[in-house]
DNA sequence: TATTGTTATACTCTATAACTATA
DNA sequence: TATAGTTATAGAGTATAACAATA
């Protein structure tokens, strides 16, 4: 087609050639898909608002380098000090053997450390490493400032506490 | 969810095999752990709750071998005939790489085929089989008596349409 | 025998580049 | 040249089996 030269018509998209009429069946307009009763699939708004939640906490926390599952490793290490790999992985829904891999990085970073027990030479004792501490401080701030205030905004604070409340009993309870 | 089949729970598990006292430095019990502002973080409960509405629906829809992103097709195709897959993978975030296996998965099965454009050869248009709909109407049922009712009794119909509505913001506005 | 951390492995999802055939 | 479908590929995330050290 070489319509470059009179041109303009074309702005950037060109949605509808010219339909024959009711060329291809049942094809009705051009634009936006009908979702049909996938708006009202609670797994599929979950879903989708789950993928954008993350997307802004990576935004947010971008300065640091840390992933939701990270934030959330150091966050249980500065509550849960003298625990081993299995029980914080556990409390995580990590698998085992996927927590080396994490912990290999966030210890290669120094943010924390594993040690072996006294008591039982198989396990190791997680740590916090001062600098670990330092980055777990500065990542809630930001979350909090940053993350979840937008979060706030959008929904109102009230929303967004009955919102965290329900899922939570998902998670708890489904 | 990490659990699987071998169950993970923390149910049967000896967490304090007799401690010495104070040995390990700081830590407390031997029990559940602190979970912190964990429990305020809204992606993380987002996240735990997707998981689990995503296994019941893979649980209620199995007669079916559906997964939750194959019964989001079938919907689309079913409500808007006549596009192409470019289409229906944007509007539900699928990248059109991506769906090329999904759709030869769902094609082999014989619940939608391709059928090249009429109008620009480039394209194939989707379309639902006589069986995929029979399916999909099947999905929906099972969806709607066990998947969502189940739902509806652990939150309560308003509070679900009010999960929904802020899941659905969510989704697209933040 | 059982458990902790680990390795190896595999399977799914997701993401990007590049090819082909059409336009 | 641009677009639709496709291929190839790479990277996360997730799952299971099995091994060494230790209990």
Known sequence: MTVSKTATLDAAKPPRP????????????GGP????????????SLKR???KV????LRCVAPLQLTPAQFSVLLL???NPGRNQTEIANTLGILRPNFVAMLDGLESRDLCARM???NDRRSHILVLTDKG?????RAKKLVATKHEARLDELLGP???LALLEMLAKIAREF
Do not use: C, H, I, P
């Open 33 to 44: 898909l009908q979702m049909g009763e996938l708006a009202e699939l609670l797994g599929y």
């Open 116 to 118: 072996r027990s006294t």
């Open 133 to 137: 501490r330092a980055v777990l401080a």
């Open 49 to 51: 608002a789950q993928l």
């Open 77 to 79: 290490l500065d509550k």
């Open 18 to 29: 010219a339909r024959k009429d009711g060329a291809d069946g049942a094809g009705e307009g």
């Open 158 to 160: 009230a929303n967004r």
């Open 54 to 57: 993350f997307e802004d906490f």
